[in-house]
C-alpha cells in the first residue's frame, strides 16, 4: 500500500499502544514518521519496533515551551508536515470528590493545553494541503461514572478539533477527530490497581458493547490512516467513532 507514499507525518504518543500502531501503519503506507513519547523505556521501545523509519523524540505532552522543540526536531528532520496526529494523553479516573487541584491540572495540561500549542507550534510547518487527526474519546458523549475529568478533557479536545477545521480549512488543513471508545492498550491496563480489578472492570465494558469485545490499537490505526490520506479530502471537521457501538446503547 502507498497512500501516504513521500508524505512526512508527526504522532505524538506514539511509543506505545494506538500511536504505535498507527506509526507502524504510516510507515506501511510510505510515510517518513516522527512520533514523540514521554518515558525512556517507551523511547527505547519504539526505537526497537520502528528501526530507522521513525525519528523518536523525546518530550513531555504538558510542557508547553517543549512543543516548540519538538516543532524544531521536526522542522529539522522534514522541513514541513503533511499529517499530525494529536494522540498522547492519560487516562484518570475517580469519584468527583477525590480529585485534587493538582490531578485535575496535570490532565488538562497533557490532554488539551500541550496538544492546543503543539498545534500552534507546528502551524509554520504544515503543508497545503495536510491533515490532523486529533485522538478525543466516546467519553465526551457518555456519562460514564467516575470519568469527569477524563471526560472534561476529551470534550474539549473534541470542541477544539471541531474549531480549527473552520479556523484554518482556508490553508488547506483538514482537521477531524476519531473517538475510540474501549481499546486494548497498556493505557487500559494502568485504570485498575490489580490484574483481578482489572478483570473484573474489563468484564463490565465489555458486557455494555454491543459486538462483545474491546477494539484493537491495529482498528482505530486503520480509521487515522484513512483521514490522514487523499481518501478522505472531502472530509472535514468531522468526528468518527470507534466504539464498536457502545455509544449508541
Known sequence: MSRLLNKTALITGGTSGIGLETARQFIAEGARVAVTGSSVAGIDAARAALGDSALVIKADAADVEGQKDVADAVRNAFGHLDILFINAGIA????????????????????????????????????????????????AHIGMPNSSVYSLTKGALL???????????????????????????????????????????????????????????????????????????????????????????
Open 159 to 249: 470542541t477544539f478539533a471541531k474549531t480549527l477545521s473552520g479556523e484554518l480549512i482556508s490553508r488547506g488543513i483538514r482537521v477531524n477527530a476519531v473517538s475510540p471508545g474501549p481499546i486494548t492498550t497498556p493505557l487500559h491496563d494502568k485504570l485498575s490497581p490489580t490484574p483481578a480489578d482489572a478483570k473484573v472492570m474489563t468484564s463490565q465494558i465489555q458486557a455494555q458493547i454491543p459486538v462483545g469485545r474491546f477494539g484493537t490499537a491495529g482498528e482505530v490505526a486503520k480509521t487515522v490512516v484513512f483521514l490522514a490520506s487523499d481518501e478522505a479530502a472531502y472530509i472535514v471537521g468531522s468526528e468518527l467513532i470507534i466504539d464498536g457501538g457502545m455509544s449508541n446503547l
Open 92 to 139: 484518570e479516573f475517580g469519584p468527583l470528590e477525590q480529585w485534587t487541584e493538582e490531578r485535575f491540572d496535570r490532565s488538562f495540561a497533557v490532554n488539551v493545553k500541550g496538544p492546543f500549542f503543539l498545534m500552534q507550534a507546528l502551524l509554520p510547518l504544515m503543508s497545503n494541503p495536510a491533515s490532523v487527526v486529533l485522538n478525543t474519546s466516546i467519553n
